[in-house]
């Protein structure tokens, strides 16, 4: 299954999101109506917004603003000619998205990348508890002292339960 069964233009008329090439793109200072309104409003709601964007910037790769029409992804062809590619923090692949947060390119990217992160943190509280423990308790009553508590079993396993 891809992206398109999902998308909230699935069964809206194609001329919403390529209107008019003459028609003037409304601002908020010239008055004149936004053709693309429509169009915005459903990609707002679109929950394929980024897949959308990222197979437009994939086609349209290389080729001017002049040659980037209708509204794909969120974005009409002008905006998307300016939106730059981004590289995937954890795969490396390229992407592009209207989302300045965005740092990885997929779900299964951006999941695997905060595990890693996770992961990370979870080894540093570890490493900071050990320290905070202090020498005074990791050690043995026969005066053997270890930088970790995994050290300190070691050491009585070895040494005073051989000897029992």
Not at 3 to 18: G, L, S
Not at 54 to 71: C, I, K, L, V, Y
Not at 90 to 100: D, E, I, L, Q
Not at 119 to 138: F, H, I, P, S, W
Request: proline share 6%.
């Amino acid at each position: 299954m891809t992206w398109h069964t999902e998308a909230a233009c699935r069964d809206t008329d194609p001329d919403t999101f390529y209107p008019n090439p003459e028609a003037p793109i409304g601002r908020p200072t010239t008055g004149k109506p936004d053709p693309y309104a429509a169009a915005r409003t459903i990609c707002g709601q679109c929950p394929v917004t980024d897949q959308c964007l990222q197979d437009a910037m994939t086609e349209e790769s290389g080729q001017g603003a002049h040659n980037r029409h209708g509204m794909r992804g969120g974005l009409t062809g002008d905006e998307r000619y300016r939106l730059p590619w981004r590289i995937c923090r954890r795969c490396g692949n390229r992407f592009a998205t209207s989302n300045p947060r965005n740092m990885t390119c997929s779900a299964e990217c951006y999941e695997a990348n905060r595990r890693e992160a996770v992961e990370k943190y979870q080894a540093k509280l570890r490493e900071a508890n050990a320290v905070r423990v202090g020498l005074t308790d990791t050690a043995c009553w026969c005066g053997f002292e270890s930088r970790t508590m995994t050290g300190l079993a070691m050491h009585q396993r070895k040494a005073h339960e051989a000897a029992a």
